[in-house]
């Protein structure tokens, strides 16, 4: 299921969604992943009239859009956090310990160490990820697109202070 | 332990932001003798140096580049960049330190193999490997070692880079396909191949990023070179991404057919934890384990098939005597039902129950019958699944309970 | 035949064409392999792995999905190998683990494809503890489909077939793994014409027919084969009734007509049959009153009635008008009823002699799904003949056939490549000129004098080449060209660049009545004998007057709106069966109200029915035997599927009482007691259908041949179209046209389609926005005649300047607005 919400978008991102929206037209499908990933760095995740905007901007059907949305991990059809945080729990990160530096996170977000989820100021999304190809550096986090690790879970406050 | 680094000979050693001390660092020397040898010989020297696809599947890469090579009309090369094997980081590394590498193999293989252009497809968890290339490509766009007329080679290549957007199984060859093509990440069935109908439907030439960077030591040492190193079956240079509990985890370049016991040891500065070796799982969440009886095996794809073992993509992780191997399990598990695409039945569902019993196991309600249950899932899976993700989705599950680590 | 190979399975050598694929070649050797997602209909996908059998390959025995592996010669397979039972046995389990199995209250049980491959190749029992999966279970996809996302088996036939054959993918499969589901496009509703035919496809439960959902188990239905009477194609349906109601239409298989294909409209808009407001007795008019009588009184009444005007009148006085809605049997008894036996040429229907149309209708239906080129005159086969579409549509993407449209609106067959036209009404002759002499010039050929002026653009030029350099193209034009007024000039134009292009015996027209041609066929026309025989033919005449025991008037009589229009002149009396042209036009009934006598046969008390002195309940067509010849001229049975609604009796049965108390004398002449021997007298009437019989017609109907009418096409000129003047303020040109979902009697009688109909006027955005109009305003069209009040929508599928108001809206029939330019005059459009 998606959302009922929809992205309540500032006067820059609407201009910006606007020019990509431009620079994509008539594309055709094999465009779908890059306008995405370039439709959620502006926007953060995709709601149905974004959705809708991208299909007939590249000049396909709507239900193509969702069905892509929908199976890619790193594209959002709910709303989530200003600001994404992914750690790593797969196998070489557990075995460095991440589990406590997952609680740690879902405490200062108040959200459940066991499934993640986004901190009631909207400004987190915590996400429990298959492995992130950085078994060298656990346990691993990645904040955005920012690589992190290993991180201690004393180094979580300041991490999360640190972030505007 | 005097065998001196090829693939990695330049990381650490490059800023990868700079194509001068690329070239500096004997940077597309190797697709300029490409081009001195000529599509054709070029095609022979992959062909004579026996190199296996280092993405897991180890197969001959010299079969595909001659195929493609043979093939008529427009044609692509791709860049499996997708490195989503748990325990797996060697292309990351090499994409992230040495971005221009991969980017003059893919240029390599596309004048070798006639293709007048290529997709470089990274993991989407990758934003630095994609920044760095993107980088990379414009300043070759700069040089010339894209576009028109490649080194005076009359050949034309244009190179573009593609996101991967969190799917493990984008990593099989025709997923990742369908993914340029802007689909849900679906294997095709095979045949036809992706030499005969890959991207767009067109002969494609698919390699993974270790097997083409491989590619430019082979052009330029000649496939003698690259025989003397390893066994003779499966030669060459390879990287091992060792991780888990030894004490210097990191990306290891070794001859192929290292043994475990010398990764761990030597390279990995031994097993951390309780410093007992208990097991490695080889090969990733579609690998296998190893037991403390098997330290020995030589890591190389022909030792290990023998074995009922896969190398695959050369992902180590080492278990000492106090880790749990049931929560590992119920990772592994966890894994493939999370990243299984649904396509098929076999893989969609027995991931799914694979996952559910693992859990009740964990859970303290195991129950009479269910290692037979998990034998029975795990061989309709391997038999009757589209791709390697649902046929190889038991393996390391069963293997720990054949070396009863639980 | 070299394409014969020999395949071994489990040991035994079998014949099998080279290049199918092994489920197909194992089925005909008697070997079922089991398959999901594998249909003889769509692409092959090879998801379910069902299938998997054994192939003895270079490296040994491997595993192969047999609905995608084409057979060699020499091939091995093993089917009932260990490895690949256990295969398939555990597929099948990992289903079953994860389905309900609420099989008591399925729709699906009895007839679905799970159930008997858990018979055949389930493991008996099953070894898994875990609870299985919920997802939703009471999910609509629209008004008509509802979608249990549990019972799914993710086979994907419902995506396949919507982008495959209607082109509108509207069901996609969303998240991965376990989670997969089959969903649509959020707040959207599957509105793809044909989407029921995924029901059928299903092989479980997940998709069911909304309308007719836990009404019945699948196993107490009886089966009918007929045909849905909808529009002109002729699709062929099973009607399952149980208690002698029906319960639901589902496809049926003709390769030549529907192939396994029927439209949302015949599947779904059967509610007219056991409708409230179907007529159950005769009425008669009694102090003013329609009031109910018996069946002897009725028919008293309507003999009397209408002997009483031919005594005083004489027989000219008398009109009938049949429909192309009805039987072949019910036409043909009207005419020779009416030139039997009243001894008058008044008859018609309404697309009878006003129609200037080729009476042939389409080559055949074959040659759309085989053209190398579409041509598209005046026709939406998107709304007319959904089915027909879909062929169109999987030629134009499969067969790269460029499609030339030429239509006052962007219909959806403009979204395929080709070239498009969009001449207003009044400037289609001026095109075709350019056309014939662009097409004239590219064959090298003389361009005669009057086409001299014509001016070829590049994109005339572009279509002209097409169709003489097209192999196999599939032509048509429509009612939009062909009916009303002007339509003898744009036929004539349109016909003239077919025959310029070489084309001239591929030119077909598209009937979009059930029974347009079969009416015609058996002569309800004012003009033409039965056979499309010519009134003065004398030699026709005789044979007929020797079938029909009487004479035959010679004087040809008036047609449709002629009748309608004497009503206050020279007719006193009409018998309308299954036409309502007061529905159509409210001005009608004051003609009709001058009548001396009315009599309407129908299933509703229509608006022409509340003016009739007798009404005669018919039964439906569902509730009688009949045959209908569609627009590729098959003559197809229907046969009798459900009980009669009350007292209603067939159109044949009612005409042949009347006649046999009209005629006494001629009873002879009216013994035919079915209507199979109805049709065998057809058969010697009509000689095209010389040879047929209501058996012969079998599950698959019988086609005259195309040349067994001659017809002359000729390049000749032909009178200027006049167009209706644009002065203020009428200054928009009126468009008409036929969407799927409209408003008419038998399709607003299922009540839960009614709000898939959309009641409105179409205007361009620009016009929209000139008149300060936004989507949804109530707007006036009024013409000299008379004026509708309509909501707006706005859409840029029409052309500046036109307005749209289509046919069949409730309470603002267009033809209202018809003045002598008919459907193409002129009107004012403003703000209610």
């Known amino acids: 299921m998606t959302s009922d919400q929809t992205l309540a978008l500032e006067p820059d991102q609407e201009r910006a969604l606007q020019t990509l929206m431009r620079r994509y037209r008539g594309r055709g499908q094999s465009a779908l992943l890059p306008m995405l990933h370039e439709v959620q760095a502006i926007t953060g995740w995709v709601d149905e009239p974004t959705a809708r905007a991208v299909a007939h901007t590249l000049g396909i059907p709507e239900i193509e859009v969702h069905n892509v949305l929908t199976f890619y991990t790193l594209f959002y059809t709910e709303p989530v956090g200003k600001r994404v945080i992914r750690v790593c729990n797969d196998i070489a990160c557990v075995l460095a310990g991440n589990g406590e530096l997952i609680q740690r996170l879902a405490e200062e977000l108040g959200v459940d160490p066991e499934t993640g989820g986004t901190s009631a100021d909207s400004r987190f999304t915590l996400e429990l990820h298959p492995c992130l190809g950085h078994c060298e550096r656990a346990p691993f986090l990645m904040l955005d697109e920012e690589p992190m690790g290993p991180v201690a879970p004393d180094q979580v406050p300041d991490l999360l202070g640190g972030v505007s | ?406 | 035949m070299s394409d014969w190979i020999t395949i071994t399975i489990d040991g035994k050598e079998i014949q099998a064409r080279r290049g199918e694929l092994l489920t197909e070649a194992a089925a005909r050797a008697g070997i079922h392999i089991p398959v999901f997602c594998s249909h003889p209909k769509l692409d092959p996908l090879g998801a379910c792995r069902m299938c998997l059998v054994e192939m003895e390959g270079r490296r040994g025995k491997m595993l192969v999905t047999a609905c995608t592996t084409p057979v060699n010669d020499g091939m091995v397979f093993y089917y009932n190998s260990e490895r690949a039972r256990d295969a398939r046995q555990g597929t099948l389990e990992v289903i079953l683990a994860n389905h309900p199995l609420d099989c008591p209250i399925c729709d699906k049980g009895g007839e679905c494809d799970l159930q008997d491959q858990a018979m055949e190749h389930g493991p008996g029992k099953s070894h898994y503890w875990e609870p299985k999966r919920h997802k939703e279970k009471n999910y609509p996809l629209s008004d008509l489909i509802v979608l249990d996302q549990e019972r799914c088996i993710l086979c994907w036939r419902c995506i396949r077939y919507l982008d495959e054959w209607e082109d509108k993918p509207q069901l996609g499969l969303f998240h991965r793994g376990s989670d997969s589901v089959i969903d649509k496009f959020p707040g959207t509703e599957l509105d793809a014409y044909t989407s029921g035919n995924i029901i059928d496809l299903c092989p479980v439960g997940a998709l069911t027919n909304r309308l007719a959902r836990f009404q019945f188990r699948p196993w107490v239905l009886e089966h009918t084969n007929s045909i849905c009477t909808h529009c002109g194609m002729g699709c062929n349906l099973r009607i399952d009734t149980r208690d002698f109601r029906v319960r639901r239409n589902v496809a049926r298989e003709n390769m030549a007509v529907n192939d396994a294909w029927i439209c949302d409209k015949g599947r779904f808009a059967n509610g007219f049959l056991f409708s409230e407001k179907r007529l159950t007795q005769p009425l008669a008019r009694i102090d003013g009153e329609l009031q109910p009588i018996s069946w002897p009184e009725a028919i008293q009444r309507v003999v009397e009635g209408l002997k009483g005007v031919v005594e005083k009148e004489g027989p000219g006085a008398v009109g009938g008008i049949g429909s192309a809605k009805l039987s072949n049997e019910a036409n043909y008894l009207l005419g020779k009823f009416m030139r039997a036996l009243v001894g008058t040429n008044n008859i018609d229907f309404r697309e009878g002699s006003a129609l200037k149309a080729e009476r042939r209708g389409v080559t055949s239906l074959q040659d759309a799904r085989d053209a190398d080129l579409i041509v598209i005159m005046g026709a939406d086969p998107s709304e007319e003949m959904p089915v027909l579409a879909n062929f169109l549509k999987r030629a134009a993407r499969r067969r790269n056939a460029p499609v030339i449209v030429i239509h006052p609106r962007r219909i959806e067959l403009t979204k395929y490549p080709g070239v498009h036209f969009h001449p207003l009404p009044g400037d289609e002759p001026a095109l075709f000129d350019a056309l014939t002499k662009a097409a004239l010039q590219a064959r090298g050929q003389a361009v005669p004098n009057w086409l001299a002026d014509a001016e070829v653009s590049d994109e005339v030029k572009e279509a002209a080449t097409l169709l003489v350099n097209a192999q196999n193209p599939f032509i048509i034009y429509g009612t939009d060209y062909a009916w009303g007024y002007g339509s003898a000039s744009i036929v004539q134009a349109l016909t003239n660049w077919i025959v310029a292009s070489g084309h001239g015996d591929r030119l077909g027209f598209l009937h979009s009545q059930a029974n347009a041609v079969g009416a015609a066929d058996v002569g309800l026309l004012p003009d033409m004998l039965p056979g499309h025989q010519r009134l003065a033919d004398e030699l026709a005449r005789m044979e007929l007057e020797k079938l029909w025991g009487s004479k035959i008037p010679t004087q040809p009589g008036l047609g449709y709106s002629g009748m309608i229009a004497s009503a206050l002149g020279r007719i006193k009396a009409l018998y309308i069966m299954g036409a309502d042209p007061v529905g159509e036009k409210s001005s009608y009934a004051e003609k009709l109200e001058a009548l001396d006598f009315l009599v309407v046969q129908d299933l509703f008390l229509t608006e022409t029915a509340k003016l009739a002195d007798v009404v005669l309940p018919a039964a439906s067509y569902v509730e009688s035997n009949g045959t209908f010849t569609n627009t590729e001229r098959r003559v197809q049975a229907a046969a009798q599927a459900a009980r009669a609604v009350g007292d209603s009796l067939p159109d044949w049965a009612i005409l042949m009482h009347i006649a046999r108390r009209y005629a006494p004398d001629q009873a002879d002449f009216w013994r035919t007691s079915s209507a199979p021997a109805v049709f065998a007298e057809i058969t010697r009437a009509v000689p095209q259908y010389a040879g047929m019989s209501w058996e012969s017609l079998g599950e698959r109907g019988q086609p005259w041949a195309w040349d067994a009418l001659e017809v002359t096409r000729e390049l000749a000129p032909y009178a200027k179209l006049e167009p209706a003047p644009l002065e203020k303020p009428f200054t928009f040109r009126l468009i008409t046209g036929n969407l799927l979902w409209d408003e008419g009697n038998t399709f607003a009688a299922t009540e839960r389609m009614a709000n898939l109909g959309h009641k409105a006027a179409w205007l361009h955005p620009d016009d929209a926005a000139g008149l300060d109009l936004r989507e949804g305003d109530l707007i006036a069209v009024r013409s000299r005649e008379a004026s509708l009040e309509l909501p707006l929508h706005i859409s840029s599928r029409i052309q500046p300047g036109t307005v749209f108001v289509p046919f069949s809206l409730k309470d603002a029939p267009v033809g209202e607005l018809f003045d002598e330019f008919g459907p193409r005059t002129t009107v004012a459009v403003y703000r209610a």
């Open chain 2, 1 to 406: 332990m005097n065998y001196e680094p090829v693939l990695t000979a330049r990381i650490g050693v490059v800023d990868p932001a700079c194509l001068h001390d690329y070239e500096a660092h004997g940077g597309f020397q190797a697709l300029a003798r490409a081009v001195e040898l000529g599509p054709d010989r070029t095609v022979a020297q992959v062909e004579a140096a026996k190199l296996l696809g280092r993405g897991g599947a180890a197969f001959p890469a010299g079969i595909k580049w001659r195929a493609v090579h043979n093939a008529e009309g427009p044609k692509f090369v791709v860049a499996n960049a997708d490195e989503s094997e748990p325990g797996t980081f060697k292309d990351r590394i090499l994409m992230e330190k040495d971005p221009y590498a991969l980017i003059e193999a893919v240029i390599l293989a596309g004048y070798a193999t006639g293709a007048g252009k290529g997709f470089i497809y990274v993991r989407g968890e990758y934003p630095r490997a994609y920044q760095r290339l993107r980088q990379a490509v414009a300043r070759c766009y700069e040089a010339g070692y894209l576009g028109k007329d490649i080194l005076g080679s009359g050949h034309e290549f244009h190179l573009e880079l593609r996101r991967g957007a969190g799917a493990y199984i984008c990593g099989e060859e025709t997923a990742l396909f369908e993914s340029i093509e802007g689909k849900r990440g679906y294997p095709r069935l095979k045949p036809p191949f992706p030499t005969e109908a890959g991207l767009f439907g067109r002969p494609t030439l698919i390699n993974n990023v270790e097997s083409l960077v491989s590619v430019l030591p082979i052009v330029l040492r000649g496939p003698d070179w690259f025989n003397s190193i390893g066994p003779a079956n499966s030669p060459g240079p390879k990287l091992y991404s060792l991780s888990g509990r030894v004490r210097k985890p990191g990306l290891v370049e070794a001859p192929m057919g290292v043994t475990l016991r010398e990764l761990i040891e030597a390279h990995g500065g031994g097993v951390s934890g309780s410093g007992e070796f208990q097991a490695a799982l080889v090969g990733g969440a579609a690998g296998t384990f190893l037991g403390p009886d098997q330290l020995d095996t030589p890591l190389d794809f022909h030792s290990l098939a023998k074995m009922g073992a896969a190398l695959g993509s050369g992902a180590v992780i080492v278990f000492d005597t106090s880790v749990d191997m049931m929560q590992v399990l119920e990772r592994i598990a966890a894994f493939f039902a999370h990243e299984s695409c649904g396509k098929c039945y076999p893989c969609q569902l027995g991931t799914m129950r694979q996952r559910d019993i693992i859990q009740r196991m964990v859970a303290g309600q195991g129950r009479p019958g269910d290692l037979q249950l998990l034998r029975d899932i795990g061989q309709t899976m391997r038999d009757a699944s589209i791709c390697g993700l649902g046929q190889t989705a038991s393996s390391a599950i069963l293997s720990a309970f054949e070396l009863q680590l639980t």
